[in-house]
T-cell receptor, first 110, second 113 residues
Framework: EPEVTQTPSHQVTQMGQEVILRCVPISNHLYFYWYRQILGQKVEFLVSFYNNEISEKSEIFDDQFSVERPDGSNFTLKIRSTKLEDSAMYFC????????FGPGTRLTVL | GQNIDQPTEMTATEGAIVQINCTYQTSGFNGLFWYQQHAGEAPTFLSYNVLDGLEEKGRFSSFLSRSKGYSYLLLKELQMKDSASYLCAVRDRGSSNTGKLIFGQGTTLQVKP
């Protein structure tokens, strides 16, 4: 069964460093998303991506965040200068109609 | 604005039936989803309703009333492995029809022997 994959599963970084989180969406899906979940809190929408461009972004998705689809399979989330409050689980999702989530990357900013 | 409410915690007994309620207010409703999430894992899709009524899928059923802004997830023949958080999410049509999901806080269900 096709699934969304994400790497790495865990990422530890120092405050101020750049991180890139990677996702491989399900191959025939056209819509891609990033969500985050701070420990103990609800899942929050960050950004959606369609037709090689951002279609919608939340207030969380400020200038420190960017997304890219560098080739036909990968979908990346970059945080340029990480802050302590960026520590969270980051989930990639893709959809044709139902949204399927990847296993997540646990980001810890020290 | 958008608001999704569901109970924080519920407890039920193995073999029993449990109903998890969700109420929502959203500006552009385009479907309601239920996900299961075990601690430290990703949300797993359970069910989807866009029209009023009941959708049944094995031991899980989901109901929607759009006029009342209300949904419930019904779990039958509870098993210990059903202990998890259950997330209610509304797909928001939004201005660009991107289909982003707005999640509730989740209901933590504990199944006891």
């Amino acid at each position: 069964e096709p699934e969304v994959t994400q790497t790495p599963s865990h990422q530890v970084t120092q405050m101020g460093q750049e991180v890139i989180l990677r996702c491989v969406p399900i191959s025939n899906h056209l819509y891609f998303y990033w969500y985050r979940q701070i420990l103990g809190q609800k899942v929050e929408f960050l950004v959606s991506f369609y037709n090689n461009e951002i279609s919608e972004k939340s207030e969380i998705f400020d200038d420190q965040f960017s997304v890219e689809r560098p080739d036909g399979s990968n979908f990346t989330l970059k945080i340029r200068s990480t802050k302590l409050e960026d520590s969270a689980m980051y989930f990639c999702a893709s959809s044709d109609y139902e949204q399927f989530f990847g296993p997540g990357t646990r980001l810890t900013v020290l | 604005g958008q608001n999704i409410d569901q109970p924080t915690e519920m407890t039920a007994t193995e073999g029993a039936i449990v109903q998890i309620n969700c109420t929502y207010q959203t500006s552009g409703f385009n479907g309601l989803f239920w996900y299961q999430q075990h601690a430290g894992e990703a949300p797993t899709f359970l069910s989807y309703n866009v029209l009023d009524g009941l959708e049944e899928k094995g031991r899980f059923s989901s109901f929607l009333s759009r006029s009342k802004g209300y949904s419930y997830l019904l779990l039958k023949e509870l098993q210990m492995k059903d202990s998890a958080s259950y997330l209610c999410a509304v797909r928001d049509r939004g201005s660009s029809n991107t289909g982003k999901l707005i999640f509730g806080q989740g209901t933590t269900l504990q199944v006891k022997p």
